[in-house]
């Protein structure tokens, strides 16, 4: 036996004239809370909080690291911090010394 669906019709728009749904909605696509808050923010605000989220996931795999890989992983990354430091006081210096074009 085949049942019919209950269809409720829709009115295009309330006695307001504002839509009831967004585009989404009419189309039968629900979106969730989550997913409409995400497409709400602005594109950078989007960029901060995905850098921030690898960020953390980042730190969450280091801290699992054992202590004897974490401990190199920490040296290295203080002298890659350090070369990256002095590459930048280079590149001022050459900065400072180069006369302005024109």
Do not use: F, Y
Request: hydrophobic fraction near 35%.
């Amino acid at each position: 036996m085949i049942r019919q669906s209950q269809k409720t019709e829709r009115s295009p728009e309330p006695q307001n004239g504002q839509p009831a749904e967004s585009g989404e909605g009419w189309l039968g696509h629900n979106r969730s809370g989550k997913r409409r808050l995400w497409e709400r923010l602005n594109p950078r605000h989007r960029k901060g909080l995905r850098v921030l989220a690898e960020a953390l996931a980042l730190r969450q795999n280091h801290a699992r690291l054992p202590e004897t890989t974490r401990s190199r992983l920490d040296a290295a990354l203080g002298d890659l911090d350090r070369i990256i430091r002095r590459i930048a006081a280079l590149l001022a210096e050459v900065a400072r010394r180069t006369p302005p074009a024109g």
